[in-house]
């Protein structure tokens, strides 16, 4: 258990939809990540946030959206979804967000109808 | 733009083979990590190199550090079907970004 929740395990929606996804860090860790993973893409960076605010951007698209809230935890945006959006959605924590090991959650698994 | 390249992409084995996956860049990391990811769940982290030149040594897994931190390798001993997952490196980069390879696909094959 590295420490790292997310809610939902598994997620059906429909094309057009909008999802939510949430993270809650490692106790004590300021920095989220968001990645997603599909079989093709291998694991792609979406974006980092550092003690309530955007550190980088990685692959992330406008439909896309995520913020961290006071109390760390993180919320993953996904809206206008397409058939392509269906994925694993990893969210990791880091102390300090510097290149340090990175702690991930048990993912969420996003299919779009 | 730093990239990482892992290879091979996929590896099946049987039991009891050594195998070695690579990671390599054109690119300088202040540091490399390997993970392991296991299907359905997160990458979990194996270890840290941070020297160049520096190897480590966990149970039958020995990860090296290239000497110009280009580069690393992963070399596992007697393979056991335990060890199937993909396998993940990723450096730390000019602004301490990780950069992640697209991993190495193993099988062990009881």
């Known amino acids: 258990d590295s420490g790292v929740t997310q809610t939902p395990k598994h997620l059906i929606t429909a094309t057009g939809q909008r999802v939510t996804l949430r993270c809650s860090p490692r106790?004590?860790?300021?920095?989220v990540y968001w990645y997603q993973q599909s079989l093709d893409q291998g694991l792609q960076f979406l974006i980092q946030?550092?003690?309530?605010?955007?550190?980088a951007k990685g692959n992330i698209l406008e439909r896309f959206s995520a913020q961290q809230f006071p109390d760390l935890h993180s919320e993953l945006n996904l809206s206008s979804l397409e058939l392509g959006d269906s994925a694993l959605y990893f969210c990791?924590?880091?102390?300090?967000?510097?290149?340090?090991?990175?702690?991930f959650g048990p993912g969420t698994r996003l299919l779009v109808l | 733009t730093q990239l990482l390249e892992q290879s091979p992409q996929f590896l099946s084995i049987q039991e009891g083979e050594n195998l070695t996956v690579y990671c390599n860049s054109s690119?300088?990391?202040?540091?490399l990590q390997w993970y392991r990811q296991e299907p359905g769940e997160g990458p979990v982290l194996l270890v840290t190199?941070?020297?160049g030149g520096e190897v480590k040594k966990l149970k039958r897994l020995t990860f090296q550090f290239g000497d110009a931190r280009k580069d690393s390798s992963l070399h596992i001993t007697a393979a056991q079907p335990g060890d199937t997952g993909l396998y993940l490196c990723?450096?730390?980069?000019?602004?301490?970004?990780?950069?992640w390879g697209l991993g190495t696909s193993l099988a062990v094959n009881p």
């Open positions: 990791a924590s880091s102390a300090s967000g510097s290149g340090e090991t990175q702690y």
């Open positions: 106790s004590g860790d300021l920095s």
């Open positions: 946030y550092y003690n309530g605010e955007e550190r």
């Open positions: 690119s300088v990391f202040s540091s």
């Open positions: 190199v941070v020297t």
């Open positions: 990723a450096g730390a980069g000019n602004n301490r970004k990780l950069i």
